[in-house]
């Protein structure tokens, strides 16, 4: 399956962002739709996102309270098809952020060590490194907090790639 891209199809990307987490329902795709908000606001049309789980399936829906509490940020998953980590997935990418220490390790098996981090690896203050709360099973309040500590960590990560993806 081909990473999602910003703009129309087969717009060239010079820089390729992948969001890892378990299911591919949860942290990831918010993470993609955030980061995706972000870039817009930036103007960086070169810089492509896609996000996949390493246990996921291919074409399950983002989580419902997923879908509701981006939607209250003006953001819309409901279109939001999950997909499984695969090699082609971690060559593809530039950048792999993971949600926890054991997505890391699940990247590194696929060969996508060198090229991944902590999401939360790019923020600064007392939560730098800590893992994305995972709200699976849980309720509206719990993905509110997920969504929130996922948007500062974007916010981290998209101010440490400016010097080199700002157009």
Known sequence: MEPEQPGAPGVP??????????????????????ARRALAERGWSHVAVASAGLGATYGAPAAENAVRVVAERGLDLSGHSSQPLTPELVEWADLIL????????????????????????????????????????????????TLEQIEQAIEGVLRRLEPILAP
């Open 98 to 145: 993971a949600m926890s220490p054991g997505h890391l390790r699940g990247v590194a098996e696929l060969g996508g060590g060198a090229k991944s981090a902590m999401l939360t690896d790019f923020m600064e203050g007392e939560h730098l490194g800590e893992p994305v709360v995972d709200p699976f099973g849980a309720d509206q309040q719990v993905y509110r907090v």
């Open 13 to 34: 990307t010079t820089y390729n962002l992948l969001f890892v987490c378990t299911g591919n329902t949860c942290r990831s795709p918010m993470a993609a739709v955030l």
